[in-house]
């Protein structure tokens, strides 16, 4: 993930300790304004709070582990470097996940220009973010396994203007409002892409719900 800056040397373990507990409780335009204000700190709080669920995003936007990774890094370099760009005008979520989309965009438009696709997405066991359930079954667990790749397979499958909505709505859980702002179009249209992109998926995984 992102390379950190070095600070323990600034703060003793007591202090640094206290310090990110006090950062935690900020809201991410608090953490962004601090890190502005020279607190690399609250730029590790930063990357903490969003490594897990940028990576999410990217890697069901491409499918493919290298390229999510390298792009999430890219992104906190981006946010590191151009933490001044930042203004309180736009909520700070909206901000980073424009940068991720943006990069996540590019790379797909390059492979394209190299007619380079994944040949296979990571399997949902081989996730290092994800925490697994131990409580439920081997048999359960396989399953579960089993229907994350079918569905991620699916969502690949849509057209990319679809597939950035869906992921953005219904995984990431961000508002109509924000993913709007995010890709930049009409509110109206981004609700009739969610529609659409629910009704295509919901065709094609209608063989696994009904055997559920």
Same mark, same amino acid.
């Given at each position: 993930?992102?390379?950190?800056? @070095? ?12 310090? %990110?507990?006090?950062?935690? !409780? ?24 969003? !490594? @897990? %669920? ?18 999430? %890094? ?7 470097? !151009? ?30 220009? =190299? ?27 396989? @399953? ?7 569905? %991620? ?42 529609? =659409?992109?629910?009704? !295509? ?9 009904? @055997?559920?």
């Amino acid at each position: 993930m992102a390379k950190k800056t @070095n600070i323990s040397t600034k703060y003793s373990p007591i202090e640094k300790e206290r310090l %990110q507990q006090e950062l935690a !409780k900020l809201s991410d335009e608090e953490l962004i304004f601090r890190f502005q204000d020279g607190d690399l700190l609250a730029f590790d709080e930063i990357v903490k709070r969003y !490594k @897990n %669920q940028l990576f999410n995003f990217v890697f069901r936007f491409l499918g493919e582990y290298a390229d999510s990774e390298d792009i999430v %890094q890219e992104t906190f370099l981006r946010v590191f470097r !151009k933490r001044r760009a930042y203004r309180k005008v736009a909520k700070f979520s909206t901000w980073i996940y424009t940068i991720a989309g943006n990069l996540a965009k590019t790379e797909l438009r390059r492979r394209k220009k =190299r007619n380079v696709f994944p040949l296979s997405t990571l399997g949902y066991e081989d996730r290092d973010y994800e925490i697994s359930d131990e409580s439920l079954s081997p048999e359960t667990r396989t @399953n579960t396994h089993m229907y994350e790749e079918i569905i %991620q397979r699916e969502i690949q499958a849509l057209s990319p203007k679809f597939r950035e909505v869906i992921i953005l709505r219904d995984i990431q859980e961000l508002s109509y409002e924000e993913i709007s702002k995010i890709i930049k179009v009409p509110l109206g249209t981004v609700k009739s892409r969610v529609n =659409r992109a629910r009704l !295509k998926l919901q065709a094609r995984l209608k063989f696994l719900l009904d @055997n559920k």
